[in-house]
């Protein structure tokens, strides 16, 4: 009678006849294919009724199959799997003349939830199952959310859909999710299968990164079903609503740059809460394709998807963890990144379109790592041997000089052409070309000065330093302003010596400031070559610190013997008293620790692998003149030459008064720290931490301790109080990132005494309340959130994320039919917390002559 496919009723009829008489239920091989008859039959239950009544009664006549059903694999087990194949062997058919009934929705709810994994297991790694037949059971099984009174449809679905990305059938769930994903929609207008379905679409939209197409096709539907859920007085409807809203924020977050698409979204839900940034990260960041995995998908099966950072690395192209670390640096520069990412570039070939679309991508990507192969090309320096290590400090130097230069040509091009009336558009601000954002564009002011030509480079790592030279004998003064973009710090050569000598006499701190003087590689008479050499530091010395290289840096220094500064009033050499001022505190201020000391007895430049403690906060005196300083005179003129009297009055108008002086103090909170491993520069290995937050201003910065321009060291050691926490901080070791903390950057060369930190990024603070400091430097637009990628950027990251998905599926199939002829062991990319970050291995090669013409004032080791 099964065999003959009878209707519901009489099928129901004789599920009621069986369960009266449970003793002609058939029994072992004959039970398993009566089960697999009485499935294929249901999956012939189609109902034409329209009326409520008649489909009321057509529910319950499956209802009743599907019951026999459940206590005939209750008494006999074995054919409960028989029974589940011949499911998926209906949902699966391909027959063009036959569509199964989602009256087998109805069985789905009587499978025991322990069995997804060996079921799902089963389908998705059986060679024999076509990706044809798969993608139709996935459709069915997708239709049955219809199904009313069913549990557990959605947890079947989204365990397959789970179950495919894991084994990386991208292809599969690509078509299934744009053909489906507008019916799992409108199922959310019907409350008796709404949370069903409402989960089934957060999975699908949720896992659909590479491209906004699923979330745009059903964008239509979303104001009319919350306009619906806000009238139709349902109880459940409220929260039904919130979980909705956090949808629709999550995949406005993913997708932004669609204002004409989403305002009207907003606009409906703008009464409800929204989620916050860290919870749209973490649901994102689980949520896609790439981050499934199972355990039967080990082995080759497994994929290497993004760490659970959520963060791309970058491809190490040849010795090129040079490059990787600081652009990675750049990345998590976040007022930098975001400036970048909302310029309006036209140009394929600009330097800054080619960072532009690097940063879009390692914020969009969905590999694990980015293979900055272009970039590379464009802005390798050209004395740098392709394949070398190099020096990165070099390397950040050269990148930024490029950048600025870059743009400094666009705006003396825009210069040249015709005047616009201020009144009708700013051409600096307004020109397509410009590097400048649209909010910068519209707050400009139609008058350009000096200041609002600075390009993005200065406005963001630009500061000034003002060197004052002063003759002992004269007291006359020469003064000069120079622009910098990093400060490049040199250990002190006399460090081992006078420490305990509490008072030094001039003659001492000549010694300490002598092997500095005007950069030179030959030794000065009295110093002991003690920078030339990689010295280490006894046990009982206090560790250095950055503090106390910055105060050395901008210690006074004494101009005599060879060294002897031309005094142009006295027309002959004379001994001078050279000072250091920063007038202009940059945004983001770059620290380089001068690590690479040249040996003048070897002639290689040696590493000094001093342990220096990296405080989390520093603060830095800036200069400013209270009043305006009147304009200098020339040294030489000879009517000053001649009397003592005008001397002295020089000597007063070129070396400005305390009085006439402002000191003021700048914090800053560290960003990013580059190390080096290695003890050469021709060798080793470059790797960076970057802090993943922007901590806000600490109350321990409210205070002023300045009064004699000295640097204040926040807490023990130069650390400050702050909200740098330990999850903040992460370690790009090339294609690999991982969590780190800041006691980690710390505490690393102590670990791993080869490895060093060599560039350090420091982000100024704000001050609530402190409006002065913004007369240091004007702040570069701080942007509070990401901006929306352009169109151009986000079809260029959607066509590689398809190509990476299409890679991926390709390599598992082929893996796949690999396994069984061959072994596979999986190694982790990169070392453990036990080992040092690693090394690109020696190379020869170095830094190189040559460099940018953004001048960079520091005290040269080599």
Excluded at 233 to 240: D, I, N, V
Excluded at 626 to 641: E, R
Excluded at 750 to 778: C, I
Aim: hydrophobic share 35%; with cysteine.
């Amino acid at each position: 009678m099964v065999c003959e496919r009878p209707g519901p009723a009489l099928c129901a009829r004789l599920a009621t006849l069986l369960s009266d008489f449970v003793q002609c239920v058939p029994r072992d091989k004959g039970g398993i294919l009566f089960c697999q008859q009485l499935v294929r039959t249901i999956g012939y239950f189609h109902c034409l009724a329209s009326q409520e009544q008649e489909l009321s009664e057509y529910v319950a006549h499956v209802t009743k199959v599907g019951t026999l059903l459940q206590n005939i694999w209750k008494a006999e087990p074995a054919t409960l799997l028989p029974s589940m194949l011949e499911v998926f062997a209906i949902i699966s058919s391909t027959d063009p003349s036959f569509e199964p009934s989602i009256a087998l929705a109805s069985l789905v709810q009587y499978i025991p939830i322990q069995m997804i994994a060996v079921l799902i297991k089963s389908l998705t790694t059986d060679q024999n199952v076509k990706d044809a037949n798969m993608t139709k059971a996935l459709c069915r099984m997708i239709d049955w959310l219809s199904w009313p009174l069913a549990q557990h449809v959605d947890t079947w679905v989204i365990a397959l859909l789970k179950g495919l990305a894991a084994v990386q059938k991208f292809t599969i769930l690509i078509d299934v999710t744009l053909l489906k994903i507008e019916l799992v929609f409108n199922r959310l207008w019907y409350p008796i299968v709404r949370q069903g379905a409402l989960a089934v679409l957060s999975h699908m939209l949720l896992s659909f990164q590479h491209s906004p197409e699923a979330f745009h096709l059903v964008i239509p539907h979303v104001v009319g079903l919350v306009h619906s859920l806000q009238t139709d007085g349902l109880p459940t409807s409220k929260a039904f609503l919130r979980q909705f809203t956090e949808l629709m924020h999550c995949m406005m977050y993913q997708y932004s740059g669609f204002p004409d698409l989403y305002d009207h979204i907003l606009e409906a839900i703008k009464d409800m809460p929204k989620p916050s940034e860290e919870k749209i990260k973490l649901v994102l960041n689980q949520s896609a394709w790439t981050s499934q995995s199972y355990s039967f998908a080990s082995g080759p099966l497994r994929q290497a998807g993004k760490s659970e950072t959520g963060k791309t690395g970058l491809v190490n192209l040849g010795n090129t963890c040079y490059m990787n670390s600081i652009l990675q640096t750049l990345f998590m520069a976040t007022d930098f990144r975001r400036h970048v990412l909302s310029l309006s570039l036209n140009g394929s070939g600009m330097l800054m379109k080619k960072l532009q679309m690097l940063f879009a991508f390692l914020a969009h990507t969905q590999r694990a790592a980015y293979a900055p192969r272009n970039f590379l090309e464009v802005s390798r320096p050209p004395w740098f041997n392709v394949g070398s290590q190099q020096d990165c400090s070099e390397y950040l130097r050269f990148l930024l000089d490029r950048l600025h230069e870059e743009e400094k040509t666009i705006q003396v091009l825009e210069s040249a052409t015709p005047s616009v009336p201020a009144d009708v558009v700013d051409s600096s601000s307004k020109d397509p070309t410009a590097l400048t954002s649209p909010e910068e564009g519209e707050a400009s002011s139609p008058k350009v000065d000096d200041d609002d030509r600075r390009t993005l480079i200065e406005r963001t790592f630009g500061g000034k330093l003002l060197t004052g030279i002063r003759c002992t004998h004269c007291d006359g003064v020469s003064e000069k302003e120079e622009p910098f973009t990093d400060l490049s710090l040199a250990f002190c050569p006399s460090r081992d010596t006078g420490n305990s000598d509490e008072s030094k006499t001039d003659d001492s701190k000549v010694v300490c400031q002598g092997s500095v003087n005007g950069g030179s590689e030959t030794p000065v008479p009295g110093i002991k070559d003690g920078a030339s050499h990689v010295r280490a530091v006894p046990e009982n010395e206090p560790h250095l610190s950055v503090l106390d290289l910055v105060d050395y840096f901008l210690a006074p220094e004494i101009l005599d013997q060879e060294n002897a500064y031309f005094c142009s009033k006295c027309g002959s050499l004379r001994r001078a008293e050279r000072t250091l001022k920063l007038t202009s505190a940059p945004e983001y201020l770059i620290l380089t620790l001068l690590r690479f000391a040249y040996d003048a007895k070897c002639h290689v430049r040696r590493k000094i692998l001093d342990n220096v403690t990296i405080p989390s906060h520093l603060r830095l005196p800036v200069h400013r003149a209270s009043v305006p300083s009147p304009p200098q005179l020339p040294l030489s003129s000879p009517t000053m030459a001649n009397s003592p009297e005008n001397s002295e009055n020089l000597a007063k108008k070129l070396k400005p008064s305390h009085r006439d002086e402002e000191v003021q103090s700048v914090g800053y909170i560290l960003s990013s720290v580059v190390m080096h491993s290695g003890v050469s520069s021709e060798s080793g290995h470059y790797y960076s931490y970057g802090c993943d937050s922007i901590a806000h201003t600490d109350t321990a910065y409210q205070k002023e301790d300045l009064s004699h321009g000295e640097i204040v060291r926040e807490g023990p050691s130069g650390q400050g109080g702050g909200t740098v926490r330990p999850s903040d901080w992460l370690l790009f070791n090339d294609s690999r990132v991982t969590f780190a903390s800041f006691q980690s950057v710390q505490n690393i060369t102590h670990r791993f005494p080869k490895d060093t930190a060599y560039v350090l990024m420091y982000r100024k603070q704000e001050v609530a309340g402190q409006d002065s400091v913004k007369g240091l430097a004007d702040n570069v637009t701080r942007h509070t959130a990401e901006p929306p990628l352009q169109k151009e950027l986000l079809d260029a990251i959607v066509k590689d994320n398809k190509l990476y998905l299409q890679e991926q599926e390709l390599n598992a199939r082929t893996q796949a039919l690999q396994a069984p002829s061959s072994s596979c062991s999986f190694r982790p990319n990169g070392s453990d917390d036990n080992n040092p970050p690693g090394s690109c291995g020696p190379s020869g090669g170095g830094g190189g002559g040559g460099g940018g013409g953004f001048n960079t004032i520091s005290r040269l080791v080599f």
